[in-house]
Nanobody
Framework: QVQLVESGGGLVQAGGSLRLSCAAS????????MGWFRQAPGKEREFVAA????????YYADSVKGRFTISRDNAENMVYLQMNSLNPEDTAVYTC?????????????????WGQGTQVTVSS
């Protein structure tokens, strides 16, 4: 069982930056690939970024490529999402998730554990 808790969301102006954090409560964090997803009001959950177990491989949605960076610290059981050049279309609840795949993985169904999410709001 893996419990995930996100933090770092908030209100930011367009063009600004935020860093999301996800803390995992498990002794075996390094066996999980990790991902970030987001869901805007009235829209389906969408993939944002993923990182492999070791952190050596990453994968991004086209909409965030070049602006967002996913990283992890296996010693601290943490995964991060650095978000730069934010725009109003990035407004959503951001959720981290853990997958038993080596990773990085994109499909929602490949993730077994989910956090509660943190709200990110970008004003124009």
């Amino acid at each position: 069982q893996v419990q995930l808790v996100e933090s770092g969301g908030g209100l930011v102006q367009a063009g600004g930056s935020l860093r999301l954090s996800c803390a995992a409560s498990t002794r075996t964090f390094s066996v999980y690939a990790m991902g970030w997803f987001r869901q805007a009001p009235g829209k389906e959950r969408e993939f944002v970024a993923a990182i492999s177990r070791t952190g050596g491989s990453t994968y991004y949605a086209d909409s965030v490529k070049g602006r967002f960076t996913i990283s992890r610290d296996n010693a601290e059981n943490m995964v991060y999402l650095q978000m730069n050049s934010l725009n109003p279309e990035d407004t959503a609840v951001y959720t981290c998730a853990a997958s038993s795949f080596f990773g990085p993985v994109r499909p929602v169904n490949d993730y077994a554990y989910w956090g509660q999410g943190t709200q990110v709001t970008v004003s124009s």
